[in-house]
Structures are given as structure tokens and as C-alpha cells.
């Protein structure tokens, strides 16, 4: 059993060491910021990020099944437990929200490849919440190998708030690390901010993908038009998004127009979410952390 983590922890490292450094982010206020290479670490848009503002970036798309299955498999891993699986497992029950005869392809839609770009749904507000700080942990671990500051390692639990504590592995932080990034839920008013700069539609291949099946509707993939430089993909739509404030959702989605915020009861076939980050700088002299 032991053996099988330690492959799957080869896998999901080097498959997390190729994301973030080939994935940077991009800036949409203009040009980018030039950092001095002496610096450990510092501030750039992270992997599958934009910036839209001096310290605040947003994901370009909703996040889809496959990153989903990659987080699922570093919980079960880092737990070394099957049992784990459950707390993070999609829940592919909501299809029968629709209709009964839906069961069968709720389990389609999540485990096969053919929809691994799409968006994941059935997901909690919780669950949504426990991605976005895995997401920080395993970029600031890799922002550290990537630089030389830590080693590599598939046995690693990694953690950013035991590192800042000293805690990870004896590693001293004051030495390593000056900023750190956090991702994490955007509020409603965040949420309603960064719509104002989306100019993004529903994107023409919506209808040919959706004739691929036997039903009227879908979700389509996450990035649908990969020309689409510095954009944001379906705020608009596709699916309606959680935001920090649990219960409430915003933006239509391929199953209903709705564009202003409503309230929700759980997970739901039509319900995804997107994280924003922000940079978090240290200053070890006065032990302080700002944004």
C-alpha cells in the first residue's frame, strides 16, 4: 500500500513541477513588474492566474476535473488512507437532481478523461475552501524547490503555515522565503469587480460540443478558445461559481440565466468555483506579514 502513494507521489510532483513553471500567470494593468533575481521569491502572477490588480490575481477559468482529481489523489496520498477519498470525492449524485436516468453519467462526467477539462461541480462550499489552501501549500512548496530553497521530495506534507512556524523539516523561513502566495474564495464584491472586466461569451464550440451528447445541455470545457489571450473564461456562464460567503452563488450557468447573486443549499450539477490570490510579503525583522 505504502508503495502505491510513493508512485502516485512521483507522479503528482512532477506533474506540479512542469504546472508551475511553465504556467506562469499574466497582467492585464499594464506591463509587468521586473523583480531582482537576489530575491528568494517574489511577487508575479501565479500558475493559471491573471492580474488585475496591483496584488490581487484570479484564476482564467473555472476549476475543472482534472485539477480536482489531482488534488484528491495528493489528500489520499498525503493521508496514506482510501478513507480520506470520500471528504474530497466529487459528489456525482447531482446529476440525478436533473433527472433519475442521469446516474449512470454522473460518474462519467468526473472520472473519464474526455471531461477532465471541464468544470468540476458537486462540490461544497467547504470542499472548495480545503482546494484553495492546498493550492497555496503546493505552490509555495514548488516556488521553493523551483528556486533551490527545499528539496524535492514525494513523502513531503508540506504545509505553508508549519514552514513559517519553523516547523516543516527544521527548515528556517527568516532564511528562505520573504513572500508567500495565499489563494482562496473571491467575496461577492470581488466577484462583481472582476466581471466588470470579463469580455468573455460563451464561446462558439458550446453548441458543436453539446451535439456530442444525448442531451440539450452541458457544461463546456474550461478554456474553449485557447487564442483568447488575457481572458478571463465564463464569468458570464457555463457554471455559476461559489464566492466566500457560503450559501451564495453568482453568475448564470449552462442550466439557468441567472446573472445577479442567489442562494444555494449544496452541491449542484450547475455549480463550480474559481479561486484569487494574493502575495503575502514577510518582514522578519518586525515578524510582521502584509499584503
Request: aromatic share 14%; hydrophobic share 35%; glycine share 4%.
Amino acid at each position: 500500500m505504502k508503495s502505491r502513494y510513493r508512485y502516485t507521489g512521483y507522479l503528482f510532483l512532477l506533474f506540479s513541477v512542469i504546472s508551475i513553471l511553465s504556467c506562469g500567470g499574466r497582467s492585464r494593468i499594464g506591463k509587468e513588474k521586473t523583480y531582482k533575481e537576489s530575491e528568494y521569491i517574489y511577487p508575479f502572477p501565479p500558475p493559471n492566474c491573471i492580474q488585475i490588480d496591483d496584488n490581487f490575481y484570479v484564476d482564467e477559468t473555472e476549476v475543472s476535473n482534472l485539477v480536482w482529481k489531482e488534488y484528491s489523489y495528493d489528500i489520499v496520498r498525503q493521508a496514506q488512507s482510501d478513507k480520506k477519498w470520500k471528504e474530497v470525492i466529487a459528489d456525482t449524485s447531482v446529476w440525478t437532481k436533473l433527472d433519475s436516468s442521469l446516474t449512470q453519467f454522473g460518474g462519467i462526467y468526473f472520472r473519464s478523461p474526455m471531461f477532465d477539462p471541464y468544470p468540476v461541480i458537486g462540490i461544497t462550499h467547504q470542499q472548495a475552501i480545503d482546494f484553495c489552501k492546498w493550492r497555496s501549500d503546493v505552490v509555495n512548496e514548488m516556488l521553493l524547490i523551483s528556486k533551490g530553497l527545499l528539496d524535492p521530495s514525494t513523502d513531503s506534507n508540506f504545509t505553508t503555515e508549519e514552514f513559517l512556524k519553523g516547523a516543516y523539516k527544521t527548515k528556517k523561513p527568516r532564511n528562505l522565503m520573504v513572500a508567500y502566495v495565499t489563494f482562496r474564495l473571491p467575496t461577492i464584491n470581488e466577484f462583481r469587480e472582476i466581471a466588470k472586466l470579463d469580455i468573455a461569451q460563451r464561446d462558439k464550440c458550446s453548441q458543436k460540443e453539446e451535439r456530442q451528447f444525448n442531451f440539450d445541455l452541458l457544461p463546456i470545457r474550461t478554456i474553449c478558445d485557447e487564442h483568447n489571450e488575457f481572458q478571463l473564461f465564463h464569468i458570464h456562464d457555463n457554471v455559476s461559481e461559489m464566492v466566500a460567503e457560503e450559501g451564495v452563488f453568482v453568475g448564470a450557468s449552462w442550466f439557468q440565466n441567472k446573472t445577479s447573486l442567489a442562494k444555494y443549499q449544496g452541491p449542484e450539477p450547475w455549480l463550480g468555483f474559481r479561486c484569487v490570490a494574493e502575495w503575502q510579503t514577510i518582514n522578519w525583522k518586525s515578524r510582521k506579514i502584509r499584503k
